[in-house]
């Protein structure tokens, strides 16, 4: 390692980069011992719901958006392919790059006529040498799932059991539970949890039994949810409540942080199915609410709204237990995340987590981390210099530390539990 004065910082931060095991704190990701849920090869990369709006603003004529979905997932790939790379138009988006840099990095042509190439390499592989390879080509040493009990195939997956591949942890996802309720009651129900209607103390109590014993089955490291622009809090709608009487609650007992994603409007046009989410702005102030009100639980916050992260910055100034993290869904374009992470590092120094993948497919960690750090770096190695230009003593070392905490997962748990602090 360079002396203080002699080394380039834009070689020291390139070799953190690359030296760095990367720990992704949001994925929608699954090890293969959970059967269908875990998603890898052409035909779910190429089906990602990402491509498939861009594919449904440029369908050839004759064909509509409901013939498009009809589409078993093979046809539906295919027409993507042909549609975003082997028409007309070459593949400029951000998703549409993405794909490009799979299939280089698993050394194939990415102009080829068809999927055939790289369906081949994918049924010769092995599952678990699938997930392997990326992994060891992403640089990427663990996952977080998103977890959801509720959901038709996970909950049985877990109810069964299974010997997890220690590279996926686990995040219990909190929307199917308490969106809109009483709407998941019945689902709680029928796993054992004696929920009412209404937002009775009987209720309260099942939905905490609710929460600590999955959190418990799943070994969860953080809960999440992610909430709509108009989310008020404290409000007297259903899910304000319930954060209150039961989420923060048990995130300060198990000494576990919770996770805030806001900005999401669901289904803005349901024709595009998983695609068809929208965003609006947040009004922070609720979240300094919350943060003022619950000063011993860690909130990791990703808001979708880009008019929403100066804000957010600001904050997370002012309340210690405010981590922002991510990029996240339609921020995570090279633009944006260059735009955010100035902004973060010039307010928040190296208190926040700059990205997570949100990766759904396995393959795409061969590009959203690549693509990600390509933006990243040159507003770190833009902070190094100035600190160095102002007389820092800079190391490489320093630079090591900051991206090891920063990009190594270690800022989810620097808070401790209640009770635990001298
Ligand atoms: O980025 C995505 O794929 C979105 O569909 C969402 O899943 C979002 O990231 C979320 O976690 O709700
Ligand atoms: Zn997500």
Not at 74 to 86: G, K, M
Not at 248 to 267: K, L, Q, S, W
Request: aromatic letters at 10%; one cysteine or more.
């Amino acid at each position: 390692m360079s002396s203080p004065a002699a080394f380039s910082v834009g070689e020291a931060v390139a070799r953190a980069f690359e030296d760095q095991p990367i720990v992704d704190i949001h994925t929608h990701l699954y090890p293969t011992q959970m059967g269908p849920l875990c998603l890898m090869g052409p035909d779910e990369l190429l089906t990602y719901h990402y491509l498939k709006v861009e594919t449904c603003r440029q369908l050839s004529s004759g064909t509509s958006v409901a013939q498009f979905n009809a589409l078993s997932k093979p046809r539906q790939a295919d027409v993507v392919w042909r549609t975003l790379f082997a028409g007309t138009g070459s593949p400029l988006s951000e998703a549409q790059l993405g794909v490009v840099t799979v299939m280089s990095a698993l050394g194939l042509n990415p102009r080829s006529d068809s999927l055939a190439e790289f369906r081949a390499l994918f049924s010769e592989t092995k599952p678990e040498d699938y997930v392997d390879l990326v992994f060891r080509k992403s640089g990427v040493s663990r996952v977080y799932m998103t977890n959801d009990p509720l959901d038709d195939l996970e909950g049985p997956a877990w109810i069964a059991g299974f010997e997890r591949d220690p590279r996926f942890e686990a995040a219990l996802r909190l929307d199917s539970a308490l969106a809109g309720w009483p709407a998941a009651a019945a689902k709680l129900r029928a796993l054992g949890y004696e929920v009412e209607d209404d937002l009775s103390p009987r209720t309260i109590e099942e939905l905490r039994r609710y929460l600590a014993d999955w959190i418990e089955r799943m070994d969860a490291r953080y809960l999440a949810i992610s909430l709509p622009p108009d989310f008020a809090y404290p409000s007297e709608s259903a899910v304000s409540k319930l954060l209150d009487v039961a989420v923060f609650p048990t995130a300060r007992e198990r000494g576990i942080p919770a996770a805030m994603m806001v900005g999401v409007r669901r289904g803005v046009n349901p024709q595009l199915l998983d695609g068809g989410d929208g965003m609006g702005k947040w009004d922070v102030s609720f979240l300094e609410n919350i943060a003022r009100e619950w000063p011993d639980v860690n909130f990791l916050v990703t808001l979708l709204s880009r008019e929403n992260q100066h804000e957010l910055c600001v904050a997370a100034r002012k309340f210690p237990n405010v981590t922002p993290f991510g990029c996240w869904w339609f921020l995570n374009n090279p633009s944006i995340i260059r735009e955010i992470t100035a902004e973060r590092l010039e307010l928040l120094g190296s208190g926040f987590v700059p990205q997570h993948s949100d990766a759904r497919v396995l393959d795409q960690l061969l590009y959203k981390w690549t693509h990600s750090i390509r933006a990243i770096a040159p507003e770190f190695v833009r902070k190094y210099e100035a600190l160095r230009n102002t007389g820092w003593p800079l190391t490489e070392q320093d630079i090591r530390n900051d991206i090891a905490r920063m990009f190594g997962g270690g800022l989810l748990f620097e808070q401790e539990p209640e009770g635990e602090s001298d």
